[in-house]
């Protein structure tokens, strides 16, 4: 599956933005679809995912109710709403999928097969 990311850009702290991860080959509801970001110097970290098995989605505790991530089985698309956005937000988010991950796996990124190509999120104090 290749996967493409979008939607960053450089926003005020408190506002908003939408990434949006697109899909092709299988479905999204195939994989376990997960949000990653990277800031300069730090290591990729997990920002929230939809586990396959079960749908289910789990959240970083940096991103509880400031991020919402939804999936369209129809576009095939992962999407991440981000609000009340800080500045320690900026990173690069890349979406990642994985089609045999278990679920103590999930907010590790070594266990993703598949990356997107990441979209930087700038914000500003």
């Known amino acids: 599956v290749q996967l493409q990311a979008s939607g960053g850009g450089l926003v005020q702290a408190g506002g908003s933005l939408r990434l949006s991860c697109v899909t092709s080959?299988?479905?999204?509801?195939?994989?376990?679809m997960a949000w990653f970001r990277q800031a300069p110097g730090k290591e990729r970290e997990f920002v929230t995912g939809?586990?396959?098995?079960?749908?289910?989605?789990y959240q970083a505790d940096s991103a509880k109710g400031r991020f919402t991530a939804s999936r369209d089985r129809g576009k095939q698309t992962v999407d991440l709403l981000m609000d009340s956005l800080k500045p320690e937000d900026t990173a690069v988010y890349y979406c990642?999928?994985?089609?045999?991950?278990?679920?103590?796996?999930?907010?590790?990124?070594?266990?993703?097969?598949?990356w997107g190509q990441g979209t930087q999120v700038t914000v500003s104090s």
């Open positions: 990642a999928a994985s089609d045999t991950l278990i679920l103590s796996s999930l907010a590790s990124p070594s266990a993703y097969r598949y």
């Open positions: 080959g299988r479905t999204v509801s195939g994989y376990t």
């Open positions: 939809f586990f396959r098995n079960t749908g289910r989605v």
